[in-house]
């Protein structure tokens, strides 16, 4: 009979050998069996080269981590395919002047390297300190993946955004929320899981009659040049009885001609000449760690004409 001759399993004739082929071939088939299966499977173990598939439904194979040999893993989805600084926000609700509702919601923590969630609400009592607090998933608290109400950590401290974690920050802890508090109560917020928190009431900022920066209640977050935080406000322009010019206003973040807001006429009669905007949306600059301030134009007219500024609300930054 002619040597069979093959370089890969596939090429091997599984009619040979035939009965009527020479005994004294044998050896030349076992021979190239042997090569074959060394060369298709290189391996110096000493265990089995082709796992066992059994019981390991949901596993992927992998080389262990001295590269001796191979091994089974579970497959962790939510590892696979995670987006660092991914999140679904929770809508966050007003219970009463001490606390606050936290709806289900999903955050990437960085340090677990996977998300963490709940699905059903957390009830959050403040602290009764004053200003700006913010609210964190406390890691170190923090057992797998769920989150209990004794997970959420409230601070004074501000987190500032973390461009590795892709997410806004205090040492591992996360922040995913900001409210103000006033003589220890809680500033009455409407949210609806979107980035935007209105207040209840407006915070009245007074009036101006000139140029100028207005401090304004926004979480400061942020810097100037950097990352922005933005807020809602209503301005409320007058022309007083008696002024014998008009002015236009506009604002912006820093100094320059800024965002027009509109126009107010002279009025010689007895009654104000007055205009109020709709909702704006401004970028607010920080000024320091704790002020935040947009600034004001006003253009021309009479002295006395002047703009009341209110704060409605905030934006949570993106990651927040």
Not at 257 to 266: I, M, N, R, Y
């Amino acid at each position: 009979m002619t040597i069979e001759n093959a370089d890969y399993i596939h090429q091997l004739d599984v009619t040979a050998p035939r009965p009527v082929d020479p005994i004294s071939e044998g050896d030349n088939h076992i021979r190239l069996i042997k090569k074959l299966l060394t060369d298709s499977f290189p391996s110096d173990l000493d265990g089995v080269i082709v796992p066992d598939v059994t019981n390991n439904e949901d596993k992927f194979l992998r080389i262990n981590s001295d590269a001796t040999g191979i091994e089974w893993v579970d497959l962790n989805v939510a590892y696979l395919t995670r987006r660092k600084g991914e999140m679904e926000r929770p809508w966050f609700q007003v219970l009463n002047s001490a606390k606050i509702r936290v709806h289900p919601g999903v955050y990437d923590l960085s340090s677990k390297g996977t998300y963490v969630s709940w699905d059903t609400p957390l009830d959050h009592s403040i602290s009764g300190s004053n200003g700006w607090r913010y609210l964190y998933l406390d890691y170190s608290s923090i057992s797998g993946t769920t989150v209990n109400a004794s997970n959420l950590l409230e601070s004074g401290t501000a987190p500032v955004y973390d461009n590795v974690k892709h997410g806004w920050y205090k040492d591992e802890d996360r922040c995913i929320f900001t409210y103000y508090v006033d003589s220890g109560k809680l500033t009455s917020f409407w949210n609806d899981g979107s980035n935007y928190v209105q207040f209840r009431d407006d915070f009245d900022h007074g009036q101006v009659t000139s140029t100028s920066t207005i401090n304004v209640n926004i979480p400061p977050l942020g810097s100037n040049g950097g990352r922005e935080v933005f807020g809602e406000f209503t301005f409320r322009m007058e022309a007083p009885p008696g002024g014998t010019s008009g002015t236009e206003f506009s604002v912006s973040a820093l100094e320059g001609t800024g965002h027009f807001l509109g126009k107010v006429e002279a009025d010689g009669g007895s009654q104000d000449n007055q205009h109020v905007t709709s909702n704006n949306r401004i970028a607010v600059y920080k000024a320091n760690s704790s002020t935040m301030q947009i600034y004001l134009i006003k253009s021309g007219g009479s002295a006395v004409n002047r703009c009341r500024v209110y704060t409605n609300g905030y934006y949570l930054p993106r990651g927040m």
